[in-house]
Nanobody
């Protein structure tokens, strides 16, 4: 089972983008999910997380600008990013702590990164 992320791109400061992440095939369930980012020369950091029950958490740097959501029926997670700033430039990754498919549990599944570049 893999996660596939999409929606990155090049935008100007103040613009919006929406990232999406979906499982590569039909799965039974997905646990907590999150979006991380890694800028050049920096460590990967948690941007936003959402539990299987819908509880959300955000990094202080994105609170009020980013919104994470999930569609449990479709097993997808999205990140709506508004008022983007140049410092939001990074490769963004989605992650699931657990995916259950065909009675097999997979842990710490990462999607491939999607580049977000915000110009000033």
């Amino acid at each position: 089972v893999q996660l596939q992320a999409s929606g990155g791109g090049l935008v100007q400061a103040g613009a919006s983008l929406k990232l999406s992440c979906a499982a590569s095939r039909r799965v039974f369930s997905i646990g907590d999910m999150g979006w991380y980012r890694q800028a050049p020369g920096k460590q990967r950091e948690l941007v936003a997380g959402i539990s299987s029950g819908g509880t959300t958490d955000y990094a202080d740097s994105v609170k009020g600008r980013f919104t994470i959501s999930r569609d449990s029926a479709k097993n997808t997670v999205s990140l709506k990013m508004d008022s983007l700033k140049p410092e939001d430039t990074a490769v963004y990754y989605c992650k699931a702590d657990r995916i259950t498919s065909d009675r097999v549990a997979y842990y710490n599944i990462w999607g491939q990164g999607t580049q977000v570049t915000v110009s000033s």
